[in-house]
């Protein structure tokens, strides 16, 4: 199964965050729109006018196929998964029709790549019951005890998880140009 090309969710692709938070937030499945809960506005209005966002989004036979980003956000916004200040909270999603092509996998383990230059730690919130679970636990984040709460969308109980994250060297195709030696 071929890779999806993987692209640095920018503040012009502010779209993107908002249309996938559809899918992330199970809209879909509610016949709901992110304008239908204000409460939402927290995870995508000025995302990228931050230093602290950070995104990545999938294309898949050149069609956005999902995106993960995440978030400072302020205890005063009341997000489900919030922990601290210092702690981004994290979304994603990839859309139905494009599920188990291994799109999700690919995003989440090049973003931990790029999140732990900038973060210790990330958290997110999940569905209690979902098959999400196991697949969040695949990448090592935890249930963090004492912070279950209610979806804002359907009022499901939802779970708090958490992921410490291990910075890493980061290498990308240019590391290593050296624009003397092109004719080499």
Do not use: C
């Not at 956000?73 to 210092?86: P, Q, R, S």
């Amino acid at each position: 199964m071929p890779k999806p090309t993987l692209y640095f969710l920018r503040s012009s692709e502010n779209k993107i965050a908002k249309d996938i938070l559809h899918y992330a937030m199970r809209l879909d499945t509610l016949n709901k729109t992110v304008q239908d809960f204000s409460e939402l506005d927290i995870y995508y209005k000025f995302y990228g006018l931050s230093s602290k966002d950070l995104g990545l989004y999938a294309l898949d036979n050149n069609t956005i196929a999902g995106a993960v980003w995440i978030r400072l956000l302020k205890k005063e916004d009341k997000a489900n998964a919030f922990i601290d200040a210092d702690t981004p909270v994290l979304q994603i999603a990839v859309k139905p029709e494009l599920r188990n092509k291994g799109i999700g996998f690919a995003m989440m383990e090049q973003f931990f790549i790029e999140a732990a230059a900038s973060f210790e730690q990330i958290s997110l919130s999940v569905v209690k019951d979902s098959d999400a679970i196991r697949f969040y636990e695949k990448f090592g984040f935890s249930k963090v005890e004492g912070l279950d709460a209610l979806s804002i969308v359907d009022d499901k109980p939802v779970i708090t998880m958490l992921k410490k994250l291990i910075k890493k060297e980061i290498v990308r195709p240019s590391d290593g140009y050296d624009p003397r030696k092109w004719m080499d």
